[in-house]
């Protein structure tokens, strides 16, 4: 796997990681940082590895950080004939954890890249070492009302005028920060889902969140052995902080830490916090 510049993910106009990994039929971007324990990074909804652009070198300073795009999302298509969802994501992660040759990886999932990580630990069997939650899309009602209004009447916002579309998927980009994103930032999460073809990319996605997916996972939470981050934005608006402390009494020993002032997007909002939240995580 090509070992790509950290210096590139400061350039938001330069995001792009350079592999293509093929495993069981899935096609995906992926990008390896740094050098030392394996540490896995799962973005979640709506969004890319992005997501995680400015987490990268602090933790690649002492660790080997594989980056992906999941199935569907960023640059990589979604798996023919399978649908754009969590346990088609787990099953995917599983077998680049094995084509990648980790020893009991660190996962670090965010949103529904969260459920990933825990679907692909007790559902598909992947030994790990530790698992850091970040506003974790696991316990229902995990499907936020605006996803759900859309899951309901998905013909209408499928033949919705474009540009109609596309203000509301950015006013709701809005409220998953408490910072308003830059304008370049904003366009970099916005981008995959321009046009006629974005738009129908963007509810092909929703149309999969599935509660089903989490229900195995909520199910074998008191089962985890090893050791658990919650990592939460105390001003999250799509998944409130209960969903943080209700998760962590699932879990056992599972620790939270609520970073201040970051919504649900909070690598956006508090890089740095979140950064060092791992960081620490990760050496204990």
Known sequence: MTRQQISNTAD???WH???????????VAAGVFGDGPPVVL???????SYLWRAVIPRLAEQNTVYVWDLPGYGDSPAVPGEPVAIRTHARV????????????PVLVGHDIGAATVLRAHLVEGVPVRRIALLDAAVLSPWVTPVAQHM???LDVYRTMPTH??????EAHLDTATRRRLPSSVAEAYLGPFAGATGQQRYLDQVHYFDERDTAEVVEELGTVKVPVQIVWGADDEWLNRSFADDLA???PGARTTFVPEAGHFLTEDEPDLVAQALADFLTQ
Do not use: K, Y
């Open 12 to 14: 938001t106009g330069r």
């Open 17 to 27: 990681l350079p592999d293509r990994v093929t495993v069981d039929g899935a096609t």
């Open 42 to 48: 799962v973005h979640g909804t709506p969004s890319s």
């Open 93 to 104: 992660l599983a077998r680049l954890v094995e084509h990648w040759g980790l020893d009991r």
């Open 151 to 153: 899951q309901r009447n």
């Open 164 to 169: 109609i579309f596309q203000r509301i998927i």
């Open 249 to 251: 009494s699932r879990i």
